[in-house]
C-alpha cells in the first residue's frame, strides 16, 4: 500500500491523482516519478485509468528513489446511466478483487477501440504514420482516444471534439463497469472509494450536486469525495467540504495530471486530506 509506518508533516506535498502512459498520461512512470522528486512530493498516489496490474511496479520504481506512493486506481463507472470517475485507494496491487473488474473494463474498450479503427480504415481513411502518431502507446492502439489522436495527426478533423463525433459514428462506446459492482470489488480489497471530480463541467461528465450526491450515496457505499480539483470552481469546492463535514465522509485532493503543460502535478497540503491519509496508514503529524 505505502512505505509501512510512514509519518508526515501537516505540509508535507501530496498530490493524490496522476495518470501514465499505462492509462491516458503523456509521461511514462518513470518520468512521473523523476519529476515528483525533482519538485520534492512526500507522498503521492498514481491512478491509472482501469489498471491495477501496474501499481506494484510503480511503486517498486518509486520506493528505489525514495518516494511512498499509495495504492490507487481510476475506475470508469456507470450509475443510474450517470458516468462516474471512481478513485479507489489502500488495496493490495498483488491481491485485490479489483483487478478483475478492471481488466474487464480494459479489455473490453481495447476491443471497441480496434472495432472502431477497422470501421475507420473501411471507410476510407488511411493512417500512414500510426505507429508514429502512437508512438507514446508503443505504436499500438490502446484507448479509445488513440483513435482520435489518429485522426488529428493526418489531417481528417481539426480538433478533438470533431474527432469524438467521428468515432462515434465509426461505433465507438463508452465501456464502463457498474459501479455497484467496482465499489464492492474495492470494498473486499480493503480500499476506500471516493467519488473523482464531481465538480467538472464539460461535456460527457456529470455534475453531481448535493442532490445527486444524496441520491448516490442511498444505493451505493461511497466513502468520500474528490474536493480538490483543477476544474473545481472555489464555490464547488466550498459545497463539497461543507458536504463531506456533514456527512463526515473522507476529503481528497489531487491535479489529475496527465503530464500535459496546462494540468502538472500539483502540491497539497497532507493536513488537508489527513482523514483519508490515516485512513490508509499513513500518519500526520
Known amino acids: 500500500m ?3 509506518n510512514l509519518v508526515i508533516s501537516p505540509d508535507a506535498a501530496v498530490d493524490l491523482h496522476m495518470h501514465t502512459t499505462y492509462s491516458d498520461g503523456r509521461w511514462p512512470a518513470d518520468q512521473l516519478i523523476d519529476y515528483l522528486i525533482e519538485h520534492e512530493f512526500n507522498l503521492v498516489a498514481v ?42 485507494y489502500g488495496f493490495d496491487p498483488q491481491d485485490n478483487v479489483l ?44 484507448r479509445p482516444t488513440d483513435n482520435i489522436t489518429l485522426l488529428l495527426e493526418h489531417g481528417y478533423v481539426a ?3 470533431s474527432g469524438l463525433r467521428l468515432i462515434e459514428q465509426a461505433g465507438f462506446r463508452t465501456i464502463m463497469a457498474e459501479m455497484a459492482e467496482a465499489v464492492d470489488a474495492a470494498h473486499q480489497s480493503g480500499a ?21 450526491l444524496d441520491k448516490l450515496r442511498t444505493e451505493i457505499p461511497l466513502d468520500g469525495i474528490e474536493v480538490y480539483h483543477p476544474y473545481h470552481s472555489q464555490e ?25 503543460p496546462s494540468r502538472m502535478p500539483r502540491k497539497h497540503r497532507a493536513e488537508v486530506s489527513k482523514r483519508l491519509l490515516e485512513r490508509l496508514g499513513v500518519k500526520v503529524a
Not at 476510407?124 to 502512437?134: C, D, S, T, W
Not at 476506500?192 to 445527486?212: N, Q, W
Open 2 to 4: 505505502t512505505t509501512p
Open 159 to 161: 480538433d478533438r471534439a
Open 192 to 212: 476506500v472509494c471516493l467519488i473523482a471530480h464531481p465538480g467538472r463541467k464539460e461535456s460527457g461528465f456529470t455534475f453531481y450536486d448535493t442532490m445527486l
Open 47 to 88: 491512478t491509472d485509468h482501469d489498471r491495477v496490474d501496474k501499481v506494484a511496479e510503480i511503486q517498486a520504481l518509486a520506493a528505489s528513489k525514495g518516494l511512498p506512493v499509495l495504492s490507487g486506481v481510476e475506475i470508469t463507472c456507470t450509475w443510474n446511466g450517470n458516468m462516474v470517475h471512481m478513485l479507489c
Open 236 to 260: 464547488t469546492i466550498d459545497m463539497y467540504i461543507e458536504y463531506v463535514h456533514k456527512h463526515d465522509l473522507l476529503l481528497s485532493t489531487g491535479s489529475d495530471s496527465h503530464g500535459l
Open 99 to 142: 483487478q478483475e473488474v478492471t481488466e474487464r473494463v480494459a479489455r473490453t474498450q481495447l476491443d471497441n477501440t480496434h472495432e472502431v479503427h477497422d470501421t475507420l480504415l473501411r471507410q476510407g481513411h488511411q493512417f500512414p504514420r500510426e505507429a508514429e502518431a502512437l508512438k507514446e502507446r508503443g505504436g499500438k492502439l490502446f
